[in-house]
T-cell receptor, first 112, second 113 residues
């Protein structure tokens, strides 16, 4: 059973461009979480989704950020018009029942 | 909103010494989880505690959940260099068994051989 797959692992964008981060949960997992992490800092909750539904987006900035988890395909975290402050590691995690989270290896975004 | 605080932020120990990290929540938790993240890696689940006053052990690691379900601790006995990494606690608000999991800022453990 493959683990949580995130891609790309590394992404470089210039200010104003769009970043799309993908997350394929573990097989059978219907709960997906996105977290953001700055160097030597904790994991900041962004959004919690179940298939086709956003359950809790209380950690998502109101502008430029969006997330989806369609019926088919991976979950997508989209950042429009990136700024330097968006540079961070973005971790996706999945869960079968909302309990233990299985994390992907992260997508490291650098904004030039 | 719910806040989860962890202390200390950094801990340096000599190999063989014990290590403890503490976690406090601003609100009552339904459960608490602990994760370990190696440098450059991703968080890996260690354990979940659900019951008030619960104590669980995994080899040299001992996890406790406070009576009021607002605090927790992780104790490592006789640290080894393989214990290096950041230890995070993460809690869910009372009344929910799934949903938003709030992480503490982590304790970065360095073990000197």
């Amino acid at each position: 059973n493959a683990g949580v797959m995130q891609n790309p692992r590394h992404l470089v964008r210039r200010r104003g461009q769009e970043a799309r981060l993908r997350c394929s949960p573990m097989k059978g997992h219907s709960h997906v979480y996105w977290y953001r992490q700055l160097p030597e800092e904790g994991l900041k909750f962004m959004v919690y989704l179940q298939k086709e539904n956003i359950i809790d987006e209380s950690g998502m900035p109101k502008e430029r950020f969006s997330a989806e988890f369609p019926k088919e395909g991976p979950s997508i975290l989209r950042i429009q018009q990136v700024v330097r402050g968006d540079s961070a590691a973005y971790f996706c995690a999945s869960s079968i029942d909302g309990g233990e989270l299985f994390f992907g290896e992260g997508s490291r975004l650098t904004v030039l | 909103g719910q806040q989860v605080m962890q202390i200390p932020q950094y801990q340096h120990v000599q190999e063989g010494e014990d290590f403890t990290t503490y976690c406090n929540s601003s609100t009552t938790l339904s459960n608490i989880q602990w994760y370990k993240q190696r440098p450059g890696g991703h968080p890996v689940f260690l354990i979940q505690l659900v019951k008030s006053g619960e104590v669980k052990k995994q080899k040299r690691l001992t996890f406790q959940f406070g009576e009021a379900k607002k605090n927790s601790s992780l104790h490592i006995t006789a640290t080894q260099t393989t214990d290096v990494g950041t230890y995070f606690c993460a809690g869910r608000a009372g009344g929910t068994s799934y949903g938003k999991l709030t992480f503490g800022q982590g304790t970065i453990l360095t073990v000197h051989p």
